[in-house]
């Protein structure tokens, strides 16, 4: 997508909110970025905080695994 129409895009949600909730239009502008901002970094954590505990179990998973092939074995 253009950024020209993801910033128009933002420009519409900030002058609807403005309109319809009031407040000032530069005040909505500010929240569209923060907020937009606020959602991928909890998004980024999120994935972060995924990947840790995949990479965690994996890796413990390995380790038992490879403790019972020698028990068994």
Not at 6 to 31: R, T
Not at 40 to 65: D, M, N
């Amino acid at each position: 997508m253009k950024t020209r129409y993801k910033i128009a895009g933002l420009a519409v949600v900030a002058v609807a909110g403005s309109l319809l909730l009031g407040g000032s239009l530069w005040w909505w502008f500010a929240g569209v970025f923060v907020g937009k901002a606020v959602a991928r970094l909890l998004l980024t954590v999120a994935l972060a905080v995924i990947l840790y505990f995949l990479i965690y179990i994996l890796i413990y998973a390995s380790i038992i695994g490879g403790i019972l092939w020698i028990l068994i074995g």
